[in-house]
């Protein structure tokens, strides 16, 4: 059996490779491919790529990338030895970030594939990825949050609202970032600025974005518009890119015109999520938790500020109900974690998939015990633009408090200086409302 | 005091966005726990409410996907006509033809199809319809199979939109020029959110003629269609 068919005979149940008709047939089938999948050298994911080296820009990128030096220490594995190894008492931190170059996608992927639930946890909490912008993410003992202010219209006064309840309860220190209703230049730049005026009149230790098309997003850089961190969605295969609108090329593009700022070494954020290839007619028979773990060898090319899986958002023909839900999202950052990403996760669902508040509260506990870099802020985890459920600013709360977790060093600073949380609406925010 | 009120609550008056919560502790009060909780409920029953098909007069089809749970999980199934709802389509020579499907909200095709079809009928006088055709279980591309098979020049698709927690009831209109299998999703045009509270009915029956118009005038409808009024998400 070729290792692409292995993989997703072996990969967890998941309608959407149920749909793609690439799922193991019956439960034994499945648990008898992870065993075979546990006696495969990690040697082998080099010789055989999964999708054609000729035909695909990211298989090419994960080949030409590898780090055959930091492969060594776990070249003689196989993927049921790595699992043990990852587990190891042993194996620190820091030997995870030493192999993490030698690591593909697909190994992390195959691995995950005979990993429990804890084992996700566990391997996951050992990592930290730290990155920089305004405040520093992913420290030891901390959790941050994006603050997502969205507005059917774009309004911005509507937008500013949220924007200020959100930093009132403590939210917004990876990214205030605005998911646009409208991807027309003009709607983009008047964000960009309204964001940029608030953030500097507060003086608040974190950074902007408008979640627009990365063109959109060159051109109003190219225009001069206050742009922090520069966002795109991405995929796995070279043809779910496509869909996108991009390809590698147009995202180094992106990034050196990002980094003409001089806004430091992390300055990309990146969103990710199973079953964006197969939605495009782009998965070449891989199975989708597999084409996900290929997304990230396209993101930690650029060394980006923050990554994280929308893992509910696609809909229940790829992720059926909330157990779906759950192991994809501790899969998605076991993964991302292990390649050497800043993880973050929107956790969330959509009202046609069987999920609700208290699968949403068990994967947010999962991942916070996991040491995941960021959870997403929204007012009530109803976003009111985009249709879903999120993580509300009361669940990052809730996750600092039980966990004892605190937000980015540099933004805790600024909250104890304006007085949050306190009784009152602190008149600075209140001018802040005028600049929208 | 156990519950802790937020002194910014005018904030509220410049989104619908559940902000100024307040908080028990670190979680959320209980009557928007609740709240919460009763918009979560309404939409899932509108993923789930029957649709009665009989609500409306013309030909009653039915896709490949059997029942609520195969059409959640096969989209493929719901673009595709039954073997035998296929059979009670012939070709003839229809300007447009009508589509009432129930989508992810068999609620909002309820409330909102009844006055955009004597609407669109108001507007449109003149054209030849072929019959209404009434589908359940039915994705956007049902559109493109049952335009095909009655050679229809336009395929007119309403259908119950993925509910949000304020709108479980939004239904949205698909416009497919010389609708056909295997039509992309750039190849048509989109009225979204089209409910009272939204789009109202009434203003969304003048939107879709006049894109019925400019199609006929084109021959097209897509991207590439100037009057394109919003992109939408396909249900």
Redesign the interface.
């Known amino acids: 059996m070729d290792l692409k068919t292995l993989l997703a005979k072996a990969t967890p149940a998941r309608s959407g490779d149920e749909l793609a008709g690439i799922a193991a047939a019956s439960a034994e089938e499945r648990v008898r491919a992870q065993m075979q999948l546990a006696d495969v050298p990690l040697k082998r994911f080099l010789a055989e790529p999964v999708i054609d080296y000729d035909s695909d820009e990211v298989t090419r990128l994960i080949c030409d990338s590898h780090d055959a030096q930091a492969f060594a220490p776990i070249a003689s594995l196989t993927v049921g030895e790595f699992r043990e190894w990852l587990l190891d008492d042993e194996t620190t931190g820091e030997s995870l970030a030493a192999v993490s170059p030698g690591v593909t996608p697909e190994m992390a992927a195959a691995v995950s594939k005979v990993m429990r639930v804890q084992d996700l946890i566990t391997v996951a909490a050992k990592i930290r990825v730290v990155t920089r912008f305004r405040d520093t993410i992913g420290l030891p003992g901390r959790l941050s949050t994006r603050l997502q202010p969205n507005h059917p219209t774009d309004d911005p006064r509507g937008i500013a609202a949220s924007i200020v309840d959100g930093l009132l309860y403590a939210s917004g220190d990876a990214v205030i970032g605005v998911n646009p209703a409208a991807d027309d230049l003009a709607t983009i730049e008047t964000l960009l600025h309204m964001l940029d005026r608030i953030r500097a009149a507060l003086d608040i230790p974190t950074q902007t974005c408008v979640l627009a098309h990365v063109t959109t997003q060159m051109d109003a850089i190219r225009r001069g518009a206050p742009v922090d961190l520069v966002f795109q969605s991405i995929a796995g295969t070279e043809a779910a890119n496509r869909a996108f609108g991009i390809n590698l090329a147009l995202l180094d593009e992106a990034h050196a015109a990002a980094r003409e700022l001089s806004r430091g070494e992390n300055i990309m954020y990146f969103e990710t999520g199973q079953g964006s290839a197969l939605s495009a007619n782009a998965h070449h028979g891989v199975d989708q938790q597999t084409c996900e773990a290929r997304a990230y060898a396209v993101a930690r090319r650029y060394r980006p500020l923050l990554v994280n899986t929308v893992v509910g958002f696609i809909g229940p023909e790829y992720l059926f109900d909330g157990k779906q839900i759950a192991r994809a999202g501790l899969e998605d950052h076991f993964c991302g974690k292990l390649l050497g990403l800043p993880m973050g996760c929107d956790i969330c669902y959509t009202n046609h998939a069987e999920a609700d508040q208290d699968d949403m509260d068990a994967l947010l506990t999962m991942l916070g015990v996991a040491g995941c870099n960021y959870i997403m802020g929204v007012p009530g985890a109803d976003d009111i633009m985009l249709n879903y459920q999120s993580t509300s600013f009361h669940d990052a709360l809730y996750l600092r408090s039980l966990l004892r977790l605190r937000p980015a060093p540099e933004f805790e600073a600024w909250l104890e200086r304006v007085g949050v949380p306190g009784k009152h609406l602190p008149p600075a925010f209140e001018k802040a409302l005028q600049l929208a | 005091m156990t519950l802790i009120r937020?002194?910014?609550t005018q904030?509220?008056d410049?989104?619908?966005?559940?902000?100024?919560?307040g908080?028990a502790?670190?979680?959320?009060p209980t009557a928007?726990l609740l709240a919460?909780?009763l918009?979560?409920a309404k939409?899932?029953d509108?993923?789930r409410h029957p649709f009665d098909a009989r609500a409306f007069d013309g030909v009653f089809l039915k896709t490949a996907a059997r029942d609520r749970a195969t059409y959640?999980?096969?989209?493929?199934l719901g673009r595709r006509l039954d073997p035998a709802s296929a059979q009670l389509l012939s070709r003839g020579d229809y300007d447009a033809v009508l589509i009432v499907a129930d989508g992810?909200s068999a609620t909002a095709v309820h409330r909102q199809a009844p006055t955009l079809l004597t609407e669109l009928r108001r507007e449109l006088e003149g054209w030849t319809f072929a019959p209404l055709c009434i589908v359940e279980q039915a994705r956007v591309a049902i559109g493109d199979d049952i335009g095909e098979r009655l050679n229809a020049r336009l395929a007119v698709v309403l259908i119950g939109e993925?509910?949000?927690?304020?709108?479980?009831d939004s239904l949205g209109a698909y416009l497919t020029w010389s609708p056909r299998i295997g039509r992309t999703d750039a190849e048509r045009n989109c009225v979204s959110n089209i409910r009272p509270e939204g789009l109202d009915p009434v203003l969304a029956a003048k939107r879709i003629a006049q894109l019925m118009r400019v199609a006929r005038d084109r021959q097209l409808t897509g991207v590439v269609n100037p009057s394109n009024v919003l992109p939408g998400t396909t249900a």
């Open positions: 937020d002194p910014w904030l509220r410049l989104t619908t966005a559940r902000i100024a919560l908080r502790g670190h979680s959320i928007e919460f909780q918009a979560h939409a899932r509108a993923v959640l999980r096969r989209p493929d992810l993925r509910p949000g927690l304020s709108a479980p």
